[in-house]
């Protein structure tokens, strides 16, 4: 079904043939120093949960993808939010918020708990992310330690601990 102009962006589970989409949108965004970010190490050379990682369609667009990928955090299983992205004509209506919240919903009915990002707290404070404040943080490359943040779903294991160490999941 088409939507009309008017209509608001539709969220639905990305499928394995929208990847040449949305890569095009994370380059056409992010460009290449995308590439050159520590949060990349953990996603480079392998593949993302496409089972919890959604697309905002609109008018048959994709206009916006989040994606996760396991991670390991104080060796308990994890997530990493990201990239999120939402094409820079439809910026500034809320569709990346909304886009998130319904990605975390999706991830806490999948029984997954802890989530990790690097970004901007002014922005991901909206839906529920916190600093790692007081805590040695180990990760994957330079970092700034106060663009790491985290959403806990059910335990308490960041919160609990003063050493978070981040690493990849195992191939």
């Not at 380059?27 to 392998?46: H, I, M, N, Q, V």
Request: aromatic share 10%; proline share 5%; glycine share 6%.
């Amino acid at each position: 079904m088409k939507n009309n102009s008017k209509s608001e962006p539709e969220i639905r589970l990305e499928r394995s043939d929208d990847a040449p989409k949305i890569d095009n949108l994370h380059s056409e965004t992010f460009g290449p120093g995308r590439y050159t970010k520590s949060a990349f190490r953990y996603r480079e050379k392998r593949e993302h949960l496409i089972n919890i990682s959604f697309v905002l369609v609109h008018q048959d667009q994709i206009i916006g993808s989040v994606r996760y990928w396991e991670i390991l955090v104080n060796n308990a299983p994890a997530l990493l939010l990201g990239p999120i992205v939402i094409h820079p004509d439809h910026r500034g209506r809320g569709y990346g918020v909304r886009l998130i919240d319904y990605s975390i919903n999706k991830c806490n009915e999948a029984n997954h708990n802890i989530i990790i990002l690097v970004g901007d707290l002014s922005y991901y404070y909206k839906v529920g992310f916190k600093r790692m404040l007081g805590k040695e943080i180990i990760f994957a490359g330079p970092v700034n330690n106060d663009r790491v943040l985290y959403r806990e779903i059910k335990t308490n294991i960041i919160e609990d601990s003063s050493k978070i160490i981040i690493k990849r999941y195992p191939d």
